[in-house]
């Protein structure tokens, strides 16, 4: 996307669900007075307010909290539709405050996002039968003729990728490992701090289960059966992908008890904790305590200072970026 200006500093709280990213970006903002961006591609829906855990109601009109209830859960939104969001509640000259866990909105603001031809379902499915056809290597065979940088990085047995390298020649003309050339990232790596909450896995997993149950005494299921009357699908194809919206809807309409669905809902959680887990450590996260809040707010003076300087952001101390090895 165009007509990006990077802000002067970009404060980023990530890393797994239940880690205490809400909070820690609540004490962050009450420190700098920043507004809170939200990033994370559930809490854009409205009435979708418990299962995603959404701060307070109260808190959602834009102080602190932005970028919540932007949408209907039955109409699709894209990393497009929130950037545009995004874009709309920032000012140039004022640093971002961003919470979220959301791997591919971090990704677009971290290295820009893809902007070549959208799927063609015509094209993948034909893609599909010749791959049946022919068997083997096929498809990484082709594309090596027509994109060797992309097959290179590609594993032969990635078909989803391979079909995707394809399919944007095909309607392009052009390989992907072009298109992705021309990516430029929204934020200035040098001036963007990203934070996280060190906890051990079995809290995170012990906060998992504490959620869950909260969740369903605060009125889960309620909430399901009002999106269930206001929408036949309540869900579009984003929203679908929430945790324990479509287990409890599948038990109300088979008539079965939607709390017997609780653990394997804190199944879901866990995975999909392990798998931002897995990718944050990618990442140069400063892994903070629950109880170093001091220690951020000296970070984050440090950081603004910097910002209001012209200056790029201080070097992190190496051992909270090694704390990634305990998360």
């Known amino acids: 996307m165009s007509g990006w200006e990077a802000p002067p500093l970009s404060i980023i709280v990530t890393g797994a669900t239940c880690g205490g990213k809400s909070r820690r970006a609540l004490e962050i903002s009450e420190f700098t007075g920043l507004p809170v961006k939200v990033m994370d591609s ?23 909290y932005q970028l919540t209830d932007l949408v209907d859960p039955w109409e699709d939104f894209t990393v497009f539709d929130w950037l545009s969001a995004l874009k709309k509640v920032t000012q140039p000259d004022q640093p971002w405050l961003i919470c979220g866990g959301t791997v591919f909105y971090l990704h677009a603001l971290r290295d820009g996002i893809f902007e070549g031809p959208g799927p063609d379902e015509g094209i993948r499915r034909r893609l599909q039968e010749e791959s049946k056809e022919h068997g083997g290597d096929y498809l990484h065979d082709r594309l090596q003729e027509v994109d060797p940088d992309a097959a290179q990085t590609i594993h032969r047995h990635d078909h989803k990728r391979l079909m995707r390298a394809l399919e944007v020649y095909e309607q392009s ?41 909260r969740m369903f005494a605060e009125g889960w299921i309620s909430e399901v059966e009002k999106l269930l009357a206001a929408h036949d699908p ?15 809807a599948k038990a109300l309409r088979e008539g079965t008890d939607p709390y017997m669905e609780a653990d394997k809902i804190q199944a879901q ?30 970070r984050i003076g440090e950081a603004l200072k910097a910002a209001a300087e012209g200056k790029p952001l201080p070097p992190a101390d190496p051992e909270l970026l090694a704390r990634k090895r305990n998360v």
């Open 173 to 213: 003309g052009e390989p992907i490992s072009v298109w992705h050339q021309r990516r430029v990232p929204i934020l200035d790596p040098q001036k963007t701090l990203l934070i996280g909450v060190h906890r051990e896995r079995q809290e995170v997993h012990r906060r998992i289960k504490a959620r869950v149950v």
């Open 234 to 248: 309540p869900w579009g194809s984003t929203a679908s992908q929430s945790i324990g919206y479509q287990r409890i």
């Open 42 to 64: 559930m809490k854009v829906y409205r009435g979708m307010d418990i299962g995603s855990a959404k701060p307070a109601a109260d808190l959602r009109q834009g102080n602190p």
């Open 269 to 298: 959680n866990r995975a999909l904790a392990r798998s931002q887990l897995v990718w944050s450590r990618k990442l140069p996260i400063e892994w903070y305590a629950p109880d170093e809040k001091e220690r951020v707010e000296d």
